[in-house]
């Protein structure tokens, strides 16, 4: 019996990792594929139907065929898990300066190393203002 | 945010990204992006503190980073609009922050 490579289960496997981290290195750099990983959850989705139906051509050896399948499964399920219900554990922040309060000055290092001082841009003639934009970081 | 800039810079706005990643970090992210204003670097976290946004351990390796955050601040260093987010992925859309930086003087 020739031993035939199950393409559509090993396919939709490699397919659903390519789904996590195709989210985290490219889709969540911009906003319409990062709010809504609307682009990650249809790799996904053609991940599980390759993943289906590479188990169910599967001969011999169907216990490996389920367990690339529900490892494949779970894969979304984790990225579910971390994307929707991970990200809403997010500190009270009750200390952050409200409407009407003085934001803190500070001086900080830009991309090139420069120190920027928020006063400073402030002052100058032409600013009616500067918008803070805090956020996680590159990852 | 980016298409939005120039509207912002055309109120007299001036964006400031800040977050614990180096110098380095974001000059990377800034290329890979294609931003153009400030991405500022808070390294130990000082300045995050100071504004009580402080999300300790959730970052890679259990850094302590900055849960995300908007804050429009005018010529007195007052803030005159904010936005905290429930979720790292849904910062303010600019369309707020511009009606909110058009009020400015």
């Not at chain 2, 945010?1 to 964006?15: F, K, S, T, V």
């Not at chain 2, 009580?52 to 959730?58: I, P, R, V, Y």
Request: charged fraction near 20%; include cysteine.
């Amino acid at each position: 019996m020739s031993r035939r490579i199950n393409w559509p289960l090993w396919s939709g496997f490699a397919l659903s990792i390519a789904a996590f981290f195709s989210y985290f290195s490219f889709f969540i750099l911009f906003p319409i594929t990062r709010d809504v990983p609307w682009a990650t959850l249809i790799l996904f989705a053609f991940a599980i139907v390759l993943l289906v139906i590479g188990l169910r051509k599967a001969v011999g050896r169907r216990i490996v065929a389920w367990i690339v399948t529900i490892l494949g499964i779970l894969v979304c399920v984790f990225f579910c898990f971390a994307i929707f219900l991970a990200t809403k554990m997010l500190p009270a922040s009750q200390g952050a300066p409200a409407i009407g309060a003085k934001a803190p000055g500070f001086v900080l290092l830009d991309t090139n190393r420069r120190p920027v001082a928020l006063a400073q841009l402030l002052a100058e003639p032409s600013t009616k203002g500067v918008i803070l934009i805090f956020y996680r970081g590159y990852w | 945010m980016e298409e939005h800039l120039a509207e912002l810079r055309a109120a007299g706005i001036q964006p400031l990204a800040i977050s614990v990643d180096t110098p380095e970090e974001s000059r990377d992210l800034s290329k890979k992006a294609g931003y153009t204003f400030p991405l500022l670097s808070d390294r130990n976290a000082e300045t995050i503190r100071r504004y009580d946004l402080l999300h300790k351990g959730a970052g890679e390796h259990g850094r302590d980073i900055a849960r995300p955050a908007e804050f429009l601040v005018d010529r007195n260093g007052i803030v005159r609009w904010r936005n905290l987010t429930g979720d790292f992925r849904i910062r303010a859309r600019p369309e707020q922050m511009l009606d909110a930086a058009r009020q400015l003087r």
